[in-house]
């Protein structure tokens, strides 16, 4: 069994940071791309950023200079640095992965995680 769990999300001001943290487990054999994406109240799940297994990197336009995604592929863990944080970044923000195993790939979601902007 695989699993996504994700970790860091909270509370912060405008103008702050956080740092999410999302740990792939289970009987892996890679991962490819791993991203973030999020869902505010009443709105559709968007992609945030994403990164391949061999570090490209693609950000949503609300988010650029902002954000940054990037991977441990030692420890199949996805990070994402949030900087100067608005109150329309709050949202359930969750890890995605295309991960193989058994010679199949399957694409898996985490949990997610509430990050909330506010002053």
């Known amino acids: 069994q695989v699993q996504l769990v994700e970790s860091g999300g909270g509370v912060v001001q405008p103008g702050g940071s956080l740092r999410l943290s999302c740990a792939a487990s289970?009987?892996?054999?890679?991962?490819?791309?791993m991203a973030w994406y999020r869902q505010a109240p009443g709105k559709e799940r968007e992609l945030v950023a994403e990164?391949?297994?061999?570090?490209?990197?693609n950000y949503a336009d609300s988010v650029k200079g902002r954000f940054t995604i990037s991977r441990d592929n030692a420890k199949n863990t996805v990070y994402l640095q949030m900087n100067n944080l608005t109150p329309e970044d709050t949202a359930v923000y969750y890890c995605?992965?295309?991960?193989?195993?058994?010679?199949?790939?399957?694409?898996?979601w985490g949990q997610g995680t509430q990050v909330t902007v506010s002053s």
């Open positions: 289970g009987r892996i054999s890679r991962i490819n791309a």
């Open positions: 995605n992965a295309d991960i193989y195993r058994y010679g199949l790939v399957r694409n898996y």
């Open positions: 990164v391949t297994s061999g570090g490209s990197t």
